[in-house]
């Protein structure tokens, strides 16, 4: 319990957390009203096959999450490459010995403001979208309640997707590089031939299965299976981080 107090006070006591939680809001604002906007013109426009009828509040929030979600991967690599790049890893090892605790402390405080972080961006995206909808949105309040919580732990666990990554990583750069091509790169690239086994293939990626959960998708397979997919993705990323923290020095 010590060692996630210190992870939340270090978490709250940097710059880069509140500037990602900025970036993180004002990328929602922006996002959620683009596509509110997109799908209410599509509705008022002279051209018929346009229409894209009522749409959900959430849908919007959902959709907003592909740019949004950057800034919260950048606020969970953060949490550890900061610590390699300033050298405070070594302290916060000394205090720790234990690389496996110092990581799951780091997880918990990384999976919880990242899950908070998400229900405030849900939030935001829904109270730019509904007035920007107009009588073209919909927001039920079971539905768009369920989007929110969709959203909030799809971005928890693509957080500690980030931390892991970055455990292993050590640089930021790196991490998010492999981040972009791992969530969005390689899966366009291999959904691109649309050839069934590189879809297959594609489908199994963290970013393309998350993509499915908050969909609520039925096909390749059920929401919760697509949820487990990108939990497991979170979790193998951990154990790479914990074994690259044992394996190498400080």
């Known amino acids: ?34 596509l509110a906007i997109y799908a209410a013109n599509a509705n ?10 009522i749409v959900t509040v959430g849908s919007v929030v959902i ?27 070594r302290t916060t090892l000394q205090c720790t010995p234990s690389r496996g605790r110092v990581l799951l402390a780091k997880a918990v405080v990384t999976g919880a403001v990242t899950f908070a972080l998400g ?5 935001v995206g829904a109270l730019v979208a509904r007035p920007v909808l107009g009588r073209w949105g919909a927001a039920p ?11 909030a732990t799809y971005l928890a666990l ?4 980030a931390l892991g990554l970055g455990a292993a990583l050590r640089s930021a750069v790196l991490t998010l590089t ?42 390749p397979y059920p929401a919760p299976v697509g949820l487990l997919l990108l939990a497991g993705w979170a979790g193998a990323a951990l ?7 044992r394996r190498r020095d400080a």
Do not use: C
């Open 1 to 34: 319990m010590n060692t996630i107090s210190a992870e939340w006070t270090k978490v709250w006591s940097v710059r880069s957390t509140w500037w990602s939680l900025l970036a993180g809001v004002l990328l929602m604002a922006a996002t959620a009203g683009q």
């Open 44 to 53: 008022t426009n002279d051209d018929p096959a346009d229409d894209a009828g």
């Open 63 to 89: 959709g907003s999450v592909e740019l949004t979600q950057y800034a919260v991967l950048a606020l969970g690599l953060l949490v550890i490459t900061s610590e390699f790049t300033s050298g405070t890893i």
């Open 119 to 123: 229900l405030l961006l849900g939030a």
């Open 141 to 151: 309040a079971g539905g768009t309640v369920g989007d929110v919580l969709a959203v």
């Open 158 to 161: 693509v957080g500690v997707l």
């Open 178 to 219: 492999v981040l972009v091509a791992t969530l969005m790169i390689v899966p366009l690239s291999l959904q691109e031939p649309d050839i069934a086994v590189l879809n297959r293939i594609a489908d199994a990626f963290p970013g393309v299965a998350g993509g499915h959960f908050l969909a609520g998708d039925t096909d």
């Open 239 to 245: 154990l790479l981080g914990r074994a690259a923290l």
